[in-house]
Antibody, heavy 117, light 110 residues
């Protein structure tokens, strides 16, 4: 079965940093684009970032560009989202999501990131 | 990167049909046939129910269907059942490796 398991969430102060990881299993990890989608509790889904198969082309929503960095280690079937200069508005559940032909077919259970002093 | 527009709520009685709209622009919904829909129950991760405008993943009942006209996509749920009560989100590819979601619609089964 396809599984995506996020880790690394938690409480961080404004201006701080946090690194989320996403461990993938049950499919050929290097064959797929992977995305991060976030959701403020009680609010809607927002696309955050995407990375291509070999990790050479990450891209980001304007709201996180310059602060977040997405990378992947295909040998370890793992994705990393480095989040710097965190703001209160970055508080959300972050979902690791497998992409296929411009849709999102498998989702992790999410990792909660809380930015607060 | 403006969000797609969905009605905040929709409702119907068991057995009825409900249609949820998703309005974008000529830069996303209007130009790409990469509209997808996601169902999210409280406390759960979203689940794909429609992709590429009108295709259903394996395991999704054929009560769920999708369509598109111009800049507006639609999700129709026919033969409403209690378990269809959830939040529904549309998404569209917007070019240059950017994707945009709608604000979500809360579907209530009366």
């Amino acid at each position: 079965d396809v599984q995506l398991v996020e880790s690394g969430g938690g409480l961080v102060e404004p201006g701080g940093s946090l690194r989320l990881s996403c461990a993938a299993s049950g499919f050929s990890f290097s064959g797929y684009w992977i995305h991060w989608v976030r959701q403020v509790p009680g609010k809607g889904l927002v696309w955050v970032s995407h990375i291509n198969n070999d990790g050479s082309y990450p891209n980001y929503a304007d709201s996180v560009k310059g602060r977040f960095t997405l990378s992947r280690d295909n040998a370890k079937n793992t994705l990393f989202l480095q989040m710097n200069s965190l703001r209160a508005e970055d508080t959300a559940v972050y979902y690791c999501v497998r992409g296929y032909n411009h849709h999102f077919d498998y989702w992790g259970q999410g990792a909660l990131v809380t930015v607060s002093s | 990167q403006s969000a797609l527009t969905q009605p905040p709520s929709a409702s119907g009685s068991p057995g009825q049909s409900v249609t949820i709209s998703c309005t974008g622009t000529s830069s996303d919904v209007g130009v790409y046939n990469y509209v997808s829909w996601y169902q999210q129950h409280p406390g759960k991760a979203p689940k794909l129910v429609i992709f590429e405008v009108n295709k259903r993943p394996s395991g999704v009942p054929d009560r769920f269907s999708g369509s598109k006209s111009g800049n507006t996509a639609s999700l129709t749920v026919s033969g409403l059942q209690a378990e269809d009560e959830a939040d529904y989100y549309c998404n569209s590819y917007a070019g240059t490796h950017i994707w945009v979601f709608g604000g979500g619609t809360k579907l209530t089964v009366l």
